[in-house]
């Protein structure tokens, strides 16, 4: 199959990699001229040191090059999620399947990345997500990911093509569920990070790790997705992996903002993207606009958007008003 990956940052490169492995042709298409001409002549992302790039892989910059592609994964920075569809658009062939691998929500319209896509180019999108770290996927470590769409036969197709020895796709039907996990684990991650830079231990950590979980379910239930979905490799496998790995760029920029460091001079610090950052004031204003409580990520907001101390932060989430862990606990009330 031909195939074309639209962005070549870390995790465009493995997973372009591991359609290559899986014989398919594949082309990878770069923001820029010199990036694509950089990883043409170098066989190498900087994102991924030390892994080779094939030889025989496609390497450009030119939208165009999707127009022979039966399949073409859109995988940029959130920020640029609308911008590259519209940069691919006019070139899809009207049967092209669409996967997006992209982690994230628009801040402007709390949107999610398939939604995006799929409202520029007019097509089904479907998402490919979940514990997958772009150094580990390059080197072929084992991973387990989910291809979600409301359309089966999509689903299927995509993990057909995506699947192999090191790399086991799921399939899903919520894609909702999945792209929220996704994007609200970044938000999570950067807290638990912050936490570490504090000099917190595992009962801090663990406590963030599940109320925040319980946030992400608490939004996904508001919008309509399905709650099993939290409990499985977007939801929590996501969770555990970027909470906990120094692969993780939005816990290395919460370490540095724990350790005094000023939110814009972490993320310049960690040298990328870090989605955490732009998901915490997207799925801050999503949750106002529908009206869920999210107490893990104001206090993230307060910290990273209007330079509240890290301290005060958590202080006023441990000082919240008591109550239960599981509010439909069944439990007569007292009088």
């Known amino acids: 199959m031909q195939i074309a990956v639209v962005g070549s940052g ?28 950089n990883l043409a002549e170098t066989l190498e992302n900087p994102f991924l040191p030390g892994v080779k790039l094939p030889e025989d892989m496609g390497y450009t910059a030119d939208p165009a090059a999707v127009a022979e592609c039966t399949l073409v994964v859109v995988v940029p920075p959130s920020f640029a999620i609308r911008s590259t569809a519209e940069r691919i658009a006019p070139y899809l062939r009207p049967d092209a399947i669409l996967v997006s691998a992209t982690k994230g929500i628009e801040p402007d319209t709390g949107k999610r990345m398939s939604e995006i896509v ?78 570490d830079g504090l000099g917190y231990g595992d009962n801090t950590k663990a406590l963030l790790m599940t109320r925040g979980l319980t946030e992400v379910a608490r939004l996904g239930m508001k919008l309509g997705s399905r709650t099993d979905t939290f409990a499985g490799l977007t939801g929590i496998g996501d969770l555990i992996v970027t909470c906990t790995s120094m692969h993780s760029r939005n816990r290395r920029a919460g370490i540095l903002i724990g350790n005094g460091m000023s939110p814009d001079a972490a993320m310049k610090e960690v040298g990328a993207v870090v989605e955490g950052y732009y998901a915490t ?55």
């Open 118 to 195: 799929s409202e520029v180019t007019g097509k089904k999108v479907v998402v490919l997500s979940g514990p997958s770290h772009a150094e580990e996927v390059s080197r072929r470590v084992p991973t387990g990911v989910v291809a979600a769409c409301e359309d089966r036969l999509l689903a299927e197709i995509v993990q057909e093509v995506f699947m192999n020895d090191h790399f086991r796709v799921y399939t899903s039907s919520d894609p909702l569920g999945v792209e929220l996990g996704a994007a609200m684990k970044n938000v999570i991650a950067l807290c638990a990070g912050v936490c």
């Open 10 to 37: 870390g995790w465009g490169t493995a997973l372009s990699m591991l359609l290559h492995e899986n014989r398919h042709e594949v082309t990878l298409i770069s923001w820029s001229e010199e990036e694509s001409r």
């Open 281 to 335: 004031k997207a799925v801050k204003l999503l949750a106002d606009r529908i009206g869920v409580d999210m107490p893990i990520t104001q206090a993230a907001y307060k910290v990273l958007y209007e330079g509240a101390p890290v301290g005060s932060a958590l202080a006023s989430l441990m000082t919240r008003k008591k109550g239960r862990e599981i509010e439909d606990a069944g439990w007569t009330p007292r009088p």
